[in-house]
């Protein structure tokens, strides 16, 4: 029987609310510090972001255990499954060493960049304190991927909810320090996301250690690690190079247009992480569809569960994106205190989400095509995409426009919607031509 929206929506619906959790996170970071002034509000968005790139390349290995344990799952290989689950914790133990090796330089590559001395030293302090539960994060997300491989999407689901309630309390007592705990600011944000995501991956972490009833993993084999890695490591790559772009824009092109612009910028990332996350999520169960369809050697149906997850992800980004030209103004007034900084601050940041409904669908149909690609581990043709889209398009092209046309921060975001309308042209006429249905992730069946 082919896959249908049932199937899609049964396995989405929990990824949806695990990343709407993620969403809920950042956004209530942001929002519980806006009281703060614009400093903490950049310091914290800026500095949530700063973090995310040291692990997205880790976190980007870690999307293709899914790839993997789908695709063995759809065998019937449950045993050869679970062992992709240990090496993605592997992966989170080798994340747990770089944030290690980063956390003392985090000043120096801070004093690098153009901020203001106030949200410089900010945004440091909250960096290094995140940087302490970098291996949690990563566990989290390669723990995630193995059971939504299997197609057992609720459990991660119930683990980043209560990494969300843990967070949000954790900001109420400790950024305005509520029940004997003194107020502790934007130090306060980065604890209560430290403590919330160590305790969500150790409940986790148990779960999958006790859960032996399915299948054993036996032992670990250096023949999967490695290929895990060759179509991983792209895919990592793929995400942290396109990031890195990202951060380039946010630290250089828009920090040098000041901190008005770069809290607004930061604050509509964050407003737009609830059309992105979402949507994405609808996207990972979209390629746990077409991993287990094609372990089960029905390559005829990708193309259709490519079209049904397409569906989904573009209605949603489309409907979040009519919001934003309508109700610009209700959505960003969170982020906004009420004196002369928070009066310019609403202006440039409801322009500037204005403006992003621009990109909403080329998005979704980039998350789309990514995602599937990514699960029958055409993962190296993405990245060279990315990579040349967004270094010699969408960051040159950022920067030279506002530094040597004076460009402000709307001309400078218009760059985005260039970069995603080029991804999601480039990435449809790849899985249209069909390379896909060459490669081989996993070995045949016996």
């Given at each position: 029987?082919?896959p ?14 695990s ?9 209530t970071d ?8 614009t400093?903490?509000l ?26 993997f ?11 050869g ?9 592997i ?31 900010s ?9 302490l ?17 299997l197609?057992?999407?609720r ?6 909810l ?9 900001n109420w ?26 305790l ?33 490591v ?7 190079l396109e990031?890195?772009?990202f ?7 828009v ?12 604050a ?41 997850t ?7 980004q ?13 959505l960003?007034?969170?982020f ?10 609403f ?16 998005d ?12 029958t ?28 046309l004076?460009w402000t921060?709307?001309?400078?975001v218009?760059?985005i ?20 249905r ?8 016996l």
């Amino acid at each position: 029987m082919r896959p249908s929206y049932r199937d899609l929506l049964s396995l989405a619906w929990p990824i949806v609310i695990s990343r709407a959790s993620q969403v809920v996170v950042g956004v209530t970071d942001a929002w519980m510090v806006a009281s703060l002034g614009t400093v903490a509000l950049a310091a914290v968005t800026t500095g949530a972001m700063n973090v995310f790139t040291v692990l997205i390349l880790p976190m980007g290995v870690t999307f293709i255990v899914s790839s993997f344990s789908s695709q063995l799952c759809g065998k019937g290989d449950l045993s050869g499954a679970r062992r992709f689950g240990w090496y993605g914790l592997i992966l989170a133990g080798g994340t747990l060493v770089l944030c290690a090796l980063v956390y003392p330089l985090v000043e120096s590559i801070v004093s690098l960049m153009p901020y203001e001395p106030a949200v410089a030293r900010s945004l440091s302090l909250y960096v290094r304190i995140r940087l302490l539960s970098g291996g949690a994060a990563i566990g989290m997300e390669a723990l995630a991927n193995y059971y939504g491989g299997l197609g057992n999407t609720r459990l991660p689901m119930f683990a980043n909810l209560a990494a969300m309630l843990l967070n949000v309390v954790g900001n109420w007592i400790l950024i305005g320090g509520h029940l004997g705990v003194p107020a502790m600011g934007v130090a306060g944000a980065a604890w209560a996301s430290v403590i919330a995501t160590t305790l969500a991956f150790c409940a986790l972490l148990v779960v999958f250690l006790r859960d032996t009833g399915t299948a054993k993993a036996g032992a670990l084999r250096m023949s999967e690690f490695l290929p895990m890695l060759r179509f991983g490591v792209p895919s990592g790559l793929n995400w942290f190079l396109e990031f890195l772009a990202f951060m380039f824009f946010v630290n250089i092109v828009v920090a040098g247009l000041g901190t008005t612009a770069l809290a607004g910028m930061m604050a509509v990332m964050q407003i737009n992480s609830v059309s992105f996350m979402p949507a994405f999520a609808m996207a990972s169960a979209g390629a746990i569809l077409v991993g287990q369809t094609i372990g089960k050697g029905d390559k005829d149906s990708v193309g259709r569960i490519v079209r049904m997850t397409f569906t989904l992800t573009g209605s949603y980004q489309g409907a979040v994106g009519l919001l934003y030209l309508l109700l610009p103004g209700v959505l960003f007034a969170p982020f906004v205190t009420d004196n002369v900084d928070g009066a310019k601050l609403f202006s440039v940041g409801t322009r500037l989400l204005m403006l992003s409904a621009a990109w909403q669908l080329c998005d979704a149909a980039a998350t789309a095509l990514s995602e599937a690609l990514r699960a029958t581990g055409d993962t190296a043709f993405t990245l060279w995409v990315r990579l040349a889209v967004a270094w010699f398009v969408f960051v040159p092209g950022a920067y030279f426009s506002t530094r040597y046309l004076h460009w402000t921060e709307a001309g400078a975001v218009s760059w985005i919607v260039i970069y995603l309308s080029l991804i999601a042209l480039v990435l449809f006429m790849r899985f249209r031509g069909g390379a896909w249905r060459r490669l081989q992730l996993t070995e045949p069946s016996l």
